[in-house]
């Protein structure tokens, strides 16, 4: 069976002074796939290959992350949308389907609805958009535990975040993959030595830590954008013991058509956890 390292790799500039690194492999109707954080495209190991075999798979990893460049600024989720967009005009696609996983989903809804005549389907995963939802998971609770999700608040303040886990980057992810997880021996020794090799690079931390503390802008836009909700379908999805099915009822109010599904035995990391059930649900939804 194909392999994601089987993929064709490009590196496509997205600005004067950036690109990203995209993974292409597969023929039909393309199909994006896009990663949240602390993974990037290889988060999609175990799914992008099966899908390849019915889509035109394109994975990128996100400004920041992987094999991407790693600016200073525009980790907005429109600005990266953006980005996605180039990539698209790079490999000729006018039209495609879309998959977003945890930030990943904010970068996927910002691009169907920026560019709504290019983004046919979408699902989302394991995420609540700024501005319709994500605020409530981000205040602190008197039942909050040290499983409980801190990190949304406290990367709001970046300088401190950034000064909190430099040089801890393998504590930090150690704590990410047992977070919300139902296996927490799911991701694998050696790609979780990937993903701490990826942060560890020199501004990829605080990169990261951005994609989190441009909630506020993204909560803006978000707003705007949804002024006229998706008409397109949408698939809402999330594990049975994280986000369940939560993610369906946050996402309802930005789009007309939205349905959901939850992927049994699986916690936040759905990719690693159970993806066979992930690519079977997204196979019959873009199918």
Do not use: C
Not at 144 to 161: E, I, K, Q, Y
Request: proline share 6%; net charge negative.
């Amino acid at each position: 069976m194909m392999q994601l390292s089987d993929f064709e790799t490009f590196r496509i500039p997205v600005t004067p002074t950036d690109s990203l690194y995209v993974r292409v492999a597969g023929e039909g109707h393309p199909l994006v796939l896009l990663h949240g954080w602390p993974q990037y495209g290889l988060m999609w190991h175990a799914v992008a290959p099966r899908l390849a075999s019915r889509f035109k798979v394109i994975v990128p990893d996100l400004r920041g992350a992987g094999g991407s460049s790693i600016p200073r600024t525009g980790y907005d989720k429109k600005t990266m949308a953006k980005d996605i967009a180039v990539v698209l005009d790079a490999l000729e696609i006018n039209e495609t389907f879309v998959a977003g996983y945890d930030l990943g989903s904010g970068v996927a809804f910002s691009l169907a609805a920026q560019f709504r005549e290019r983004v046919t389907r979408l699902a989302v995963m394991e995420f609540g958009l700024p501005g319709f939802g994500y605020e409530t998971v981000m205040a602190p609770t008197p039942e909050w535990t040290n499983g409980a999700n801190w990190h949304l608040g406290f990367f709001t303040v970046p300088d401190v975040a950034e000064m909190a886990f430099a040089g801890k980057e393998r504590e930090l992810l150690s704590w990410f993959f047992w977070h919300l997880s139902h296996n927490a021996d799911a991701v694998s020794a050696d790609h979780f030595e990937a993903y701490v090799r990826s942060i560890s690079r020199p501004g990829a931390l605080r990169a990261g830590i951005e994609y989190y503390a441009s909630v506020w802008q993204d909560a803006e836009d978000n707003k705007a954008l949804a002024e006229t909700p998706l008409s397109i379908p949408v698939l809402a999805i999330g594990g049975e013991v994280s986000s369940g099915p939560y993610v369906e009822q946050l996402f309802r109010p930005v789009a007309e058509d939205v349905r959901g599904a939850v992927i049994p035995k699986a916690g936040h990391w759905l990719g690693d956890e159970n993806p066979e059930f992930l690519t079977d649900t997204l196979m019959e939804f873009f199918s």
